[in-house]
């Protein structure tokens, strides 16, 4: 057997991409064309696939890395007769919703011709945000429709495990943050007694309302739910294995659904980190948000808006925790400088923010998890924590539903490619979600959902938003929408921005919280709005009149013209609209050129 230097082959435009994953390990055998590596650059996350099979001998990358076209990434003993071309590197998850499926083979798709027990004209496999929302749609515009959910309320991850019980805990621990300041003001409270059952009912109460209300609508709609986890048999058909309990307790029943259509909205889940140990102390968002107890010493792997928004709740309700993150900054997508405002307000929450640093390895030990690092801030010292949230990401589900028997493609990461109607490959098959794309998002998801639904019908629908905003329920919080200045330079993007500081904010000032900022980007030709960011409270629910703005395509004037009401943080946006123009009379003078 021959040695052989796997190298990074031609990915595009890219150069410098950061490893998020590196997919084997030193001894592995491995086929051609399977993964070797997981990049994601700021538009994209790509596999890199072997150009030869063979066992690997070392691998230089490591995660956090950046490569380029002709990095070295392994050595291998290859095969024989297995050296060919490098494979092109596919993208799999662009923002939604393109296009995000490796070039795989058509799958082979199969025929049932066995009993039915549910007959309909929409399926909807999935009944998180996406699903119920094109279920509800589907039913709205007349068609018959059936969800299929493994689980016993509808909701998905948003509702159950996700946007929903984050928001309550954070809501509650906004409330017990402001009471603290409220001595500057000449109130005091006593120390907070936290009752954590009770806390935890409150959060599951919220899910309950909400969910329960998802069933009255479905029923008031006349949507079927079949219980169960669905699989597909072929183009038509999907085996339902029933489910019970509040999980899903597999009762060993199988029934099958006849659909005209379908749209998948099977979602997300969360990334696990290969070499972590099983152990109850280590859990997921999902685990977190049970707050089963409040750990003296946490870690949140991963400094992205799911970690930084529970590493919030933690730290007011009592916990220490260091934050470990393998990029150079957190919270990635957002603009640095609305991340500066919240990393400043921030600074003594944490104990330790450690940036170009990964968890390398973890050991179960009978006082805590002993966490070693590794990177340009780990600490010398293996760390011991009493509980790990890995916070890394989240994978699509799409490999999990026999997609293939339908004949529809699924890309090796689980994303299913769709056009802009959120159709698949197989014309009667749509997509939605989190298994089409990034952003992973409920209001992204929401609106796929529409649209497949009215495309099934016929309509003329296509998704062809201009922007899906993103927030980070923080303290403060930190929003965006379109496009980033940061995007704008590397896209070579003429703009003119307009700040508006809160530190000129009655509002903000009135409410002690004015470190924050509103700024509106234009497109320096056209003068329209094409981008937006705001740091600062309520940030996530001011960001709205910005991504109606540049949906309307609206130009400062529009914006800096409109009467918003006073004293509030939304009219920082209009002011931010006649900064823009230079003549914002809440503003110091612009000095004359
Ligand atoms: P999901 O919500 O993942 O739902 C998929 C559903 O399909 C699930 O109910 C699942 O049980 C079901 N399913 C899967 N496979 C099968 C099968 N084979 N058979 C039957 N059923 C199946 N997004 C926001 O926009 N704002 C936020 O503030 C926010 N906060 C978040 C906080 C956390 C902690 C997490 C984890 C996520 C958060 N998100 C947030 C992301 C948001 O939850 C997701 O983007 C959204 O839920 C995706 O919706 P979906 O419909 O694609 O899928």
Not at 565 to 585: D, I, K, Q, R
Request: glycine share 10%.
């Amino acid at each position: 057997m021959a040695k052989q230097t796997i190298l990074v082959p031609d990915i595009g435009d890219y150069s410098d991409v950061p490893v998020i994953e590196v997919l084997v390990k030193v001894g592995d055998v491995i086929e051609k064309e399977q993964p070797l590596l997981v990049l994601e650059s700021d538009k994209a996350t790509m596999e890199v696939p072997a150009d030869a099979s063979g066992t690997i001998t070392s691998i230089t990358v490591k995660l956090g890395d950046k490569v380029s076209k002709g990095s070295v990434i392994a050595e291998i003993e290859a095969s024989a007769g297995a050296a060919k071309p490098a494979p092109a590197v596919a993208p799999i998850a662009a923002p939604a919703p393109a296009a995000v499926s490796a070039p795989v083979a058509a799958p082979k798709a199969g025929q049932h011709s066995g009993k039915v027990d549910h007959e309909c004209e929409v399926l909807v496999l999935g009944a998180g945000p996406g699903g119920y929302s094109a279920a509800f749609r589907s039913a709205d515009l007349g068609m018959n429709t059936i969800i299929v959910e493994r689980y016993a309320t509808l909701g998905g991850v948003c509702l159950n495990v996700g946007c929903i019980p984050s928001k309550a805990l954070l809501h509650t621990t906004s409330v017990m943050d402001e009471v603290k300041t409220m001595a500057k003001h000449g109130i005091t409270f006593g120390a907070p007694k936290i009752e954590i059952d009770q806390l935890r009912g409150y959060k599951d109460s919220v899910i309950a309302k909400l969910t329960g209300g998802l069933a009255g609508m479905a029923k008031a709609r006349k949507v079927k739910v079949v219980r169960g986890l669905g699989r597909f048999l072929d183009a038509n058909h999907v085996e339902v294995e029933l489910t019970d309990g509040t999980g899903q307790d597999l009762t060993g029943k199988k029934e099958v659904v006849h659909f005209q259509k379908a749209i998948i909205a099977a979602g997300s889940q969360p990334v696990k980190l290969p070499f972590l140990p099983e152990d109850p102390r280590i859990v997921d968002s999902t685990g977190a948000l049970l707050l089963k107890s409040i750990p003296k010493r946490m870690l949140v792997i991963g400094g992205g808006i799911i970690g930084l928004e529970m590493a919030t709740v933690y730290s007011t309700l009592g916990s220490r925790i260091d934050i470990a993150e393998m990029m150079d900054g957190l919270m990635a997508g957002a603009d640095r400088d609305l991340e500066k405002v919240w990393e400043k307000f921030n600074a003594g929450r944490f104990e330790k923010i450690m940036l170009k640093t990964r968890a390398a390895k973890a050991e179960v030990k009978p006082d805590g998890i002993q966490v070693t690092f590794e990177g340009e801030n780990a600490p010398a010292e293996p760390q011991t924590y009493d509980l790990v949230l890995v916070a890394v990401g989240r994978t699509p589900n799409g490999k999990k539903i026999d997609a293939g028997l339908a004949g529809v493609q699924v890309d090796e990461r689980g994303f299913i490619s769709v056009d802009k109607q959120m159709r698949t490959n197989v014309p009667n098959i749509f997509a939605i979600g989190d298994l089409v794309g990034q952003p992973m998002l409920a209001h992204k998801a929401v609106h796929e959902g529409h649209v497949a639904a009215e495309a099934a019908f016929g309509e003329k629908s296509y998704f062809d938003a201009k922007q899906i905003p993103s927030v980070a329920y923080t303290d403060p919080e930190v929003a965006w929408a379109g496009l980033t200045e940061e995007q704008c330079k590397s896209q070579g993007i003429a703009y003119e921005k307009g700040l508006f500081p809160w530190a000129a904010s009655g509002r903000a000032i009135a409410n002690g919280r004015d470190e924050g900022f509103t700024k509106l980007i234009f497109d320096a030709n056209t003068h329209r709005i094409i981008g937006g960011g705001i740091v600062g409270t309520h940030a996530g629910d001011l960001i709205g009149e910005v991504c109606l703005a540049i949906e309307m395509g609206a130009d400062a004037v529009d914006i800096g013209k409109t009467i918003h009401p006073h004293p509030t943080l939304g009219e920082s946006v209009g002011l931010a609209a006649e900064a823009a123009h230079g003549h914002c009379t809440d503003l110091p003078p612009v000095k004359k050129k």
